[in-house]
């Protein structure tokens, strides 16, 4: 056995140990042979803390440098890395501390102290700190070890990684993330999107996440490029390194808040091939004003935690608008029916279910649930409803548990959310369903305006009446400032569920 997904980083940075991996705006920069010896000094000193193959090394600390060397060194020392947002509070991670074990805690300095009793709990051996700066005890113990460490064997079916999803229902649950699934993804990502060692990608996503870890990092280092490595997202600071960079991979908050910058121009986005958008539906609106500024059409891709990315628009040919694109190479997707897992014939809407080497092993301890989201044929079923056009491109109408079952209709939130935001005036809006007396379920539309216009329940309504049918159409328009979102800029509509359930109780009969 080999170490494989760093065997695959050595072989891809090979002849080019001398040229520049990271560079911050702060002025850290790094080669390719420094990010070896740095990862390798990170793997012994968790080996000194007692770390073994197989054991977990759960990290919940802000982006910087020596955040990457700490996965890479996790990695190398045959270790199953789990980043945790650092935005979790105690009582979170006491759940996620209880339920993956792990042998080692990394946090920041500052929380050391208050997650001791945590992390005692769990039975954590060692709770190390480093900090945004670089600072901690893990770095000043990483300082002492060697540059050199003979990775300890893992196979394509050893675990890397484990990552919580957001467990918008219920208990999060550990995704058991394989070296097989990260380097298979890597590779397809790095060919399908044309990625070269002459490639500098602009990194502005969190780290804690499959999107700015696995994906943007991994198919990076599997290319031999350069990172210039952003601690946040921040548009003006984005916009000045952008003349440097080639590509950049985003949320849609990242393109709608760069599109408020009096600096995005053609002129300083002429040196970009590629901006990619994910973890989120991109507007259509945030596209086409984009594609107008910068001449740049945004490449749209969909993936999850449990299978990294899983389709792709293409980089030649047509970045179709309302799709996520086509099945990524060696990856099987298909619409099913949701109970029976029947195929559902082309242009139908259903679950979409995926099949290949991107697809995650299970879940952490728990066998049962693992069962129930695989098929008898191995497609897991991803919870994601869509459906596939005649020329092969993959349409997300919304999560399965987001359908509304209204007077026995079935009503797909995105199809509803597409025509209200063609409104003018119309920011964004999330469709969901409410409980309701007569219908079961009521469709609500929660609806943010453009700053400065003022939009009316009765227009809206009035507008949609001549482009939806009836059973379609909101019961009801909530106008907000904002909707909440996760970490990644996902919608959180199980949180307006929650907040407008009582709506249909205090309010007439509709």
Same mark, same amino acid.
């Given at each position: 056995?080999?170490?494989?997904?760093?065997?695959?980083?050595?072989?891809?940075?090979?002849?080019?140990? #001398? @040229?520049?991996?990271?560079?911050? &705006?702060?002025?850290?920069?790094?080669?390719?042979?420094?990010? =070896?010896? /740095? *990862? !390798?000094?990170?793997?012994?000193?968790?080996?000194?803390?007692?770390?073994?193959?197989?054991?977990?090394?759960?990290?919940?600390?802000?982006?910087?440098?020596?955040?990457?060397?700490?996965?890479?060194?996790?990695?190398?020392?045959?270790?199953?890395?789990?980043?945790?947002?650092?935005?979790?509070?105690?009582?979170?991670?006491?759940?996620?501390?209880?339920?993956?074990?792990?042998?080692?805690?990394?946090?920041?300095? #500052? @929380?050391?102290?208050?997650?001791? &009793?945590?992390?005692?709990?769990?039975?954590?051996?060692?709770? =190390?700190? /480093? *900090? !945004?700066?670089?600072?901690?005890?893990?770095?000043?113990?990483?300082?002492?070890?060697?540059?050199?460490?003979?990775?300890?064997?893992?196979?394509?079916?050893?675990?890397?990684?484990?990552?919580?999803?957001?467990?918008?229902?219920?208990?999060?649950?550990?995704?058991?993330?394989?070296?097989?699934?990260?380097?298979?993804?890597?590779?397809?990502?790095?060919?399908?999107?044309?990625?070269?060692?002459?490639?500098?990608?602009?990194?502005?996503?969190?780290?804690?996440?499959?999107?700015?870890?696995?994906?943007?990092?991994?198919?990076?280092? /599997? *290319?031999?490029?350069?990172?210039?490595?952003?601690?946040?997202?921040?548009?003006?600071?984005?916009?000045?390194?952008?003349?440097?960079?080639?590509?950049?991979?985003?949320?849609?908050?990242?393109?709608?808040?760069?599109?408020?910058?009096?600096?995005?121009?053609?002129?300083?986005?002429?040196?970009?091939?590629?901006?990619?958008?994910?973890?989120?539906?991109?507007?259509?609106?945030?596209?086409?004003?984009?594609?107008?500024?910068?001449?740049?059409?945004?490449?749209?891709?969909?993936?999850?935690?449990?299978?990294?990315?899983?389709?792709?628009?293409?980089?030649?040919?047509?970045?179709?608008?309302?799709?996520?694109?086509?099945?990524?190479?060696?990856?099987?997707?298909?619409?099913?029916?949701?109970?029976?897992?029947?195929?559902?014939?082309?242009?139908?809407?259903?679950?979409?279910?995926?099949?290949?080497?991107?697809?995650?092993?299970?879940?952490?301890?728990?066998?049962?649930?693992?069962?129930?989201?695989?098929?008898?044929?191995?497609?897991?079923?991803?919870?994601?409803?869509?459906?596939?056009?005649?020329?092969?491109?993959?349409?997300?109408?919304?999560?399965?548990?987001?359908?509304?079952?209204?007077?026995?209709?079935?009503?797909?939130?995105?199809?509803?959310?597409?025509?209200?935001?063609?409104?003018?005036?119309?920011?964004?809006?999330?469709?969901?369903?409410?409980?309701?007396?007569?219908?079961?379920?009521?469709?609500?539309?929660?609806?943010?305006?453009?700053?400065?216009?003022?939009?009316?329940?009765?227009?809206?309504?009035?507008?949609?009446?001549?482009?939806?049918?009836?059973?379609?159409?909101?019961?009801?328009?909530?106008?907000?400032?904002?909707?909440?979102?996760?970490?990644?800029?996902?919608?959180?509509?199980?949180?307006?569920?929650?907040?407008?359930?009582?709506?249909?109780?205090?309010?007439?009969?509709?």
């Amino acid at each position: 056995m080999i170490n494989h997904i760093f065997k695959k980083i050595r072989d891809a940075m090979r002849g080019r140990e #001398s @040229r520049t991996f990271l560079e911050t &705006p702060a002025g850290v920069s790094w080669t390719y042979a420094a990010m =070896e010896a /740095l *990862s !390798a000094r990170y793997a012994s000193a968790l080996a000194g803390l007692g770390l073994k193959p197989g054991g977990r090394v759960a990290a919940q600390v802000e982006k910087s440098p020596e955040a990457l060397m700490l996965y890479l060194g996790a990695i190398r020392a045959g270790a199953v890395f789990l980043p945790l947002n650092p935005a979790y509070t105690s009582t979170e991670l006491d759940y996620f501390l209880g339920d993956a074990e792990p042998t080692i805690l990394v946090c920041d300095p #500052s @929380r050391r102290d208050g997650l001791a &009793p945590v992390a005692a709990r769990a039975g954590v051996r060692s709770l =190390e700190t /480093l *900090s !945004a700066d670089g600072q901690g005890s893990l770095p000043d113990r990483s300082a002492t070890c060697p540059p050199d460490f003979s990775d300890v064997p893992r196979g394509p079916d050893d675990l890397a990684a484990l990552l919580y999803t957001s467990g918008t229902t219920g208990r999060s649950k550990g995704a058991m993330l394989t070296h097989g699934n990260l380097a298979s993804n890597a590779e397809v990502l790095a060919s399908f999107w044309r990625f070269s060692p002459d490639d500098v990608l602009l990194h502005a996503l969190p780290i804690f996440h499959t999107h700015g870890l696995f994906v943007a990092i991994n198919t990076l280092l /599997l *290319s031999g490029g350069k990172i210039l490595f952003m601690a946040k997202f921040d548009p003006g600071l984005c916009l000045a390194l952008m003349p440097r960079a080639t590509t950049m991979m985003g949320v849609p908050t990242f393109y709608s808040r760069l599109l408020q910058h009096k600096d995005l121009s053609r002129e300083r986005t002429a040196h970009m091939r590629l901006f990619i958008s994910g973890s989120a539906p991109l507007l259509e609106e945030t596209r086409r004003t984009w594609f107008e500024r910068t001449g740049h059409a945004i490449l749209e891709r969909y993936g999850m935690t449990e299978a990294n990315m899983i389709t792709s628009n293409p980089y030649d040919g047509e970045r179709r608008a309302g799709t996520v694109g086509l099945p990524l190479p060696g990856i099987a997707v298909r619409i099913a029916e949701p109970d029976t897992g029947a195929v559902i014939a082309e242009g139908k809407t259903g679950v979409i279910e995926v099949n290949g080497p991107n697809v995650f092993k299970g879940y952490w301890r728990n066998p049962e649930k693992t069962a129930q989201e695989f098929r008898s044929d191995g497609f897991f079923i991803t919870g994601d409803l869509g459906k596939i056009d005649s020329e092969g491109y993959v349409h997300i109408l919304g999560r399965a548990k987001d359908l509304i079952i209204s007077g026995g209709f079935n009503v797909y939130p995105k199809e509803v959310e597409t025509e209200i935001d063609a409104l003018a005036g119309v920011a964004e809006s999330a469709v969901i369903g409410l409980p309701h007396s007569d219908f079961g379920e009521a469709v609500v539309a929660v609806v943010v305006p453009v700053p400065g216009v003022s939009l009316d329940e009765q227009s809206v309504q009035d507008t949609l009446a001549k482009r939806l049918a009836k059973f379609k159409l909101p019961k009801c328009v909530i106008f907000v400032d904002d909707v909440p979102r996760n970490a990644m800029g996902k919608v959180q509509k199980n949180l307006l569920r929650e907040t407008f359930k009582d709506l249909f109780v205090a309010r007439a009969p509709v």
